[in-house]
């Protein structure tokens, strides 16, 4: 299990006062309301940067850091990530799960038989879907839905599934 979750990826400066625009890789962007601090992703490990202020702009969040007041200040952070701790996390409702967790999951169906193991979480408006890489190289798209997830026990890192028809 991850000790720290990716929450997003500094995209761009915004304007000359030290702002940077973050694109969210969590599911709600409203959460950056709620951070007080998050880990900066840099070549030699992690900077933590406390934040001053949170604007929402679309899909976006506009976020100011303590200390950094200018636009020279913040350009040089383009493209570096932002992580919480896992304390720091949004809990999760019963049934969710962070996505650094599922991933690299051993795929089973409900008789036991091994498909594969879970590539990636592709976002979806209605549902997310789960990118399962088979055992014979190709690629299984399964919806995440209470039908087809049976079991996910992140501890042991397996999950059980049942394929509906056609998807194979």
Not at 153 to 159: A, P, Y
């Amino acid at each position: 299990m991850e000790d720290i979750l990716k929450t997003g990826i500094i995209t761009s400066a915004h304007g000359v006062r030290g702002e940077v625009k973050v694109f969210p890789t969590t599911d709600d962007v409203r959460r950056f309301k709620r951070l007080k601090e998050v880990l900066l992703e840099g070549e030699e490990g992690f900077t933590t940067l406390r934040l001053e202020s949170v604007k929402l702009f679309k899909q976006f969040a506009i976020v100011k850091f303590e200390g950094l007041d200018s636009r020279d200040d913040v350009e040089r952070l383009r493209g570096r990530g932002l992580y919480v701790t896992r304390e720091n996390a949004v809990k999760l409702e019963k049934d969710e799960y962070y996505i650094a967790d599922l991933i690299g999951m051993e795929v089973t169906d409900e008789e036991g038989k091994r498909l594969g193991v879970l590539k990636d979480v592709m976002d979806n408006k209605a549902n997310d879907v789960y990118i399962i890489e088979l055992s014979d190289g190709r690629e299984l798209l399964l919806p995440a839905i209470k039908q087809c997830i049976l079991d996910v026990d992140v501890e042991g890192m397996k999950m059980k599934v049942h394929v509906l028809e056609g998807l194979l």
